[in-house]
């Protein structure tokens, strides 16, 4: 949990100090720092959602330079961008689901009247994996 506890003291811990090779970071504003400075030399940032905020600037000459470091922000769209890229990622997801390469797990399931309820577990970190609401 990044707002209760250190996570780059962490990652350096775990890592002997050096670091590692990718963070992908959903939380946004409140992480960017800290995952820059967990990435090792030549590592790379993916940034993929603002969960805490949208992201401030970036500082390359204090944050990316010092490591050379790498950055992305991919979008969805940036790589299924038409009607027949996007089916075709769909039917190899779920090929990939129907052999068991990927696994669904669920971590809780709501009724649709108790909607309310979800979105306030979500807001308030009580879910911890996938959610959903059936009708």
């Not at 939380?27 to 090792?40: A, H, P, R, Y």
């Amino acid at each position: 949990n990044y707002s209760k506890d250190n996570f780059v003291t962490k990652v350096k811990e775990l890592t002997g100090d050096r670091g590692v090779p990718v963070v992908y970071d959903g939380v946004g504003k409140d992480t960017l720092e800290g995952s820059l400075e967990c990435l090792k030399i030549r590592g790379m940032m993916v940034s993929f959602g603002n969960a805490s905020g949208s992201l401030e600037n970036i500082d390359v000459k204090k944050s990316i330079q010092p490591k050379g470091l790498y950055f992305t922000r991919p979008s969805m769209w940036h790589y299924l961008s038409t009607k027949d890229e996007l089916r075709d990622g769909a039917n190899k997801l779920f090929e990939k689901i129907q052999l068991g390469n990927i696994k669904i797990e669920i971590f809780k399931e709501y009724k649709l009247e108790d909607v309310i309820q979800a979105h306030q577990d979500l807001e308030s970190r009580k879910i911890t994996g996938s959610a959903i609401i059936i009708p």
